[in-house]
């Protein structure tokens, strides 16, 4: 699904990501790779194949949609640095003649020799056209100008409908001058959003984005 | 007679007390070091029956010296599913070795316990140790364990029954199989109130020896009658036909309070306490004072002072739920109510056995109906009551979440050695079953983590050292444990404090994320302002005015047991062929009357099924009258096979008299019978499809998550440490499911379905009793009083096979169209 906000192009696609294609960028969010890791180094026995499959599927949308540039919003990997690292390093590798920028979240507290020798631009937040991408966006914080992109909350709404049906998806979730991704990483969870807020609302389902808006 | 003997009787004697036959006999056993099973209520003399041979023993083996002799290691070990039981058991047994100036400690180890008393404990265990199953196996988790109960000579399982049918009951049978493991010749002993199935309760308990005694049954004589009154509405033409707070005959059960002495009423849940007591308040305000709240979620503090001012007539009436189910000698209680069913006869009767304490007097229980149909059950119980009519309790199978809680257990502590380990466990009643290859799958697990390794992992947990013993040796991994041992799945929760400082108790989390600061709330018997939420505590401050929200508690909700479906069938029957001389059934008639002109009353050869229209669809209501549980397997079996004719999405409700399929569309239910939905061809097969499709496994999983250390609920009071190993239970089914289908905790899962909700047995049963039945198809315009109760209750499974995109596509539709 295409859609246009400030005169730019953005394609959201189902594999939870959007591309740029007036700048030939993919933005993800929220990859939290490591998280297998993690919890396996803590005892707590989680699959190790959730960051390969997280990989995998970073590895064919971006063989898929050959961007220059890959933009990501933030929690890139889940937490301290465990092997799985490697993984994602050995993928970066594999990779370089892409662009990778970071934008850092909260979950991204590696040391920084670790994203220089992945080669990651990093950024707290960043500004380009009359675009803002940064991790997430405080409700308080005064409405700048231009459009956000954030992610950090894992979108995700309740549909319902007769005879007392309903569903969770998860959403690209889009108010008032932000748009906010949906985790890019499997096995995250979904922060339920309510509808009222939103302008518009794309929930995802099995590899087929909707749409549903709120006048 | 022995020495020990002798100074028995005389401390008898002294109080102008003779020891009961049972008791003497079950001393007698105990001192020939034979096991057993005591089969006593609450309030009867069976802590003296399982503590003076203990002692007599002792004054026999030390004749001079029984008086001087301290710090003699353990000797009895008492095992109970209550802390608050245990306080009034160390009090009792203290007594007694005071007035005999036997120089022993009797202490608690319970989690309310301080920790300089546990750490005392540590260095010098008391001679008797009163402590819960949780508590034992943190005993079990401390390093050097086998020195601490090295002198252990007895252990008592008090309140068997409440344990035997749950995980709780499978962590006792594994401490015990410890404790033997170090000390074969245990003098091992439990105690059961009447269950259906005493004989097998032993044999749990006891474990399997091929060789070995059966246990004894020792019987204490109870001759208590129990008299059950029901409290009626006036006009049961406005008794309302749903509902389960009951606080419409608030009117009718005043008058019984102002007659009665001290009252214990009974709800089913917390909320309902809560509701009941602040409607008694503002009904009559005079209450206030001598009335007071009970439940699991207050804080220990105020629940200690509940208990203490009951037993010294302070309090004259406390409005309570389960947590006063158990223990606790209230002499002083001479009444007792039930708001709502009890579900079940044994729970029934032992609430009533809270009344009536003095030798020879009888018990007096109210029952107060919810709703209508409950005075249907209202018969049914007085029926159930007076037959004596107990319901089994039944043992829980090679739970392997249990399992490898207990292992990594003993990893943490002096570790354990496989072989050895395997034996014993094979000799107890739970895994007795343990086949070599799920023993090695579960070693798997905890070592490696799963299947197949990848450079990548570093996955840490236990080790085998030089010696071949499996070991916990990261501190973080051990500490984690130590504090998530135990088999009760809970919620997050949050404490509740004054901003002065005491505490009130504990609230879910879910609940207090709806409010926001300055909202009141309605919590241990008063109305509250959220102040802020800091570190896992709510602090609050006393509100005026009234509000209305009280915290719902998650959790499941009971079913009608089969013993009492089956009552319930019958007084049905009975009020349809209207021979009754029953109160109760009389009372109802007026509602059954509406049934019959709305849709009809079936009788024994009819089974019914209602179809009605409202704006939200379809509406189809079965009625088999079988209990909650059946009626979740037999709804998600019927749902399965109707969605099988056609795509279609189903929301599903039940109660315990029956079910209703939802749909936005036609149910084909007509089509559905043709295809015989009730077939008992193919059933297995339809079971497990309707186990996936309706997820009831993936909400199993929630519990065995947690007891099997995947899902780590943090630390208290500092939640962030814990956050970034956090996830949810539902997440960990999907990847399980995924990557290791074969995974023994997903099947496990599967297991707890197919025995709880849709056992194959009992399904069987009910399916052949439907063939066996005409089925009528009653078109109705109105629901029927059979019908209400279920269409109101939003608490609903569901079950699709449409394709997800269709669905969406026709949300999409409707949304615009609205």
Known sequence: ?????????????????????????????????????????????????????????????????????????????????????????EWRNSHNQLNVTLITGNHDTLHSSFYNAANLDIYQQHKEENFLFIHHQPEEAEPEAGFIFSGHIH????????????LRLPCFYQKKQQLILPAFGEFTGLYMLSEKEAEYIYPIAEKKIFYLSHA | MTDGHRTIEQWFEDRDWRPFRWQRTVWKHCLENKKGLLNAPTGSGKTFALFMPLLINWINQNPESYQQKENNGLQLLWITPLRALAKDLELHMQDVVDDLDIPWQIQRRTGDVSSSVKQKQKRRMPEVLITTPESLHILLAQKGYPNRFKTLRSVVVDEWHELIGSKRGIQTELGISRLKGMNPDLTIWGVSATIGNLEEAADVLHGVHPNAERPIIVKAKQSKKIHVHSVLPDEIETFPWS???????????????????????????????????????????????????????????????????????????????????LGVDFSPVDTVIQIGSPKGVARFVQRAGRSGHQPGADSTIWFVPTHALELIEAAALKDAVEDNLMENRDPILKPFD?????????????????????????????????????????????QNGGESLTRYDEYNKVEVDEDGLWRVFDRKIARRHRMSIGTIASDSMLRVKYLKGSNLGRVEEWFISQLNTGDTFWFAGRNL?????????????????????????????????????????????????????????????????????????????????????SNEGCHCFFFPFEGRYVHEGLSALIAYRISKITPITFSIAMNDYGFELL?????????????????????????????NDAELARRRFRGISQIAGLVFAGFPGNQKKGKHLQMSSGLFFD??????????????????????????????????????????????????PFAFPIFVDRLRERLSSEKLTDRIEKMQRQLEAS
């Open chain 1, 1 to 89: 699904m295409t859609i246009t906000i400030l005169n730019h192009t953005f394609q959201l696609m189902p594999e939870r990501a959007i591309h740029w294609l007036d700048e030939s960028t993919l933005i993800v969010s929220d990859l939290h790779l490591g998280k297998s890791g993690h919890f396996r180094k803590s005892g707590i026995p989680a699959p190790h194949q959730i960051n390969q499959t997280n990989i995998c599927r970073l590895n064919s949308l971006v063989n898929q949609v050959q961007p220059d540039r890959l933009l990501i919003l933030g929690d890139l990997f889940h937490s301290d640095v465990n092997r799985e690292w490697f993984q994602f390093e």
């Open chain 1, 155 to 166: 979108p995700g709404v309740k549909l319902r409908s007769k005879g007392r049906q309903s």
């Open chain 2, 243 to 325: 509902g389960h707070l009951g606080t419409k005959l608030i009117p009718k059960v005043l008058p019984i309070l102002d007659k009665s002495g001290s009252t214990l009423i009974f709800t089913n849940t917390r909320a309902q306490s809560e509701i009941w007591f602040q409607r008694l308040l503002e009904a009559n305000p005079d209450l206030a004072g001598t009335m007071a709240l009970h439940h699991g979620s207050l804080d220990r503090n105020v629940r200690d002072w509940v208990e203490e001012s009951l037993h010294s007539g302070i309090i004259k009436i406390v409005v309570c739920t389960s947590s006063l189910d």
């Open chain 2, 402 to 446: 249990v399992l490898i809680q207990y292992l990594i257990t003993l990893a943490v502590s002096e570790g354990f050695k496989p072989d050895l380990l395997f034996d014993e466990l094979k000799h107890t009643f739970a895994y007795q079953t343990l086949q070599p290859d799920e023993w090695n799958w579960i070693l798997n697990f905890i």
């Open chain 2, 529 to 613: 302002e959220l102040v802020k939420i800091k570190d896992m505590t709510v602090y609050v401050r006393r509100a005026k005015g009234a509000s209305s929200k009280v915290p719902s508690y998650m959790g499941g909700r009971m079913s009608l047991s089969s013993n009492m479906s089956e009552r319930l069938r019958l007084k049905l029957r009975e009020a349809n062929e209207g021979r009754t001389d029953s109160i109760d059934l009389e009372t109802i008639k007026p509602i059954l009357d509406i049934q019959r002109t709305r849709s009809i009353l079936p009788d024994e050869k009819q089974f019914l099924i209602e179809k009605s229209w």
């Open chain 2, 663 to 691: 749909s936005d569309r036609d149910i084909p239910i007509s089509e559905a019978l043709e295809k015989n939905i009730f077939s008992e061809e193919n059933l297995i097969h339809d079971i497990m499809g309707s186990v």
């Open chain 2, 735 to 784: 990847v399980f499911m995924e990557y290791e289908p074969g995974h023994l905790l997903i099947q496990q899962a599967y297991d707890e379905v197919l025995s709880t909700q849709l056992d194959e047995a009992r399904l069987r049963v009910a399916l052949q009793r439907i063939q066996n039945q005409s089925v009528i198809i009653k078109e109705i315009d109105r629901f029927s």
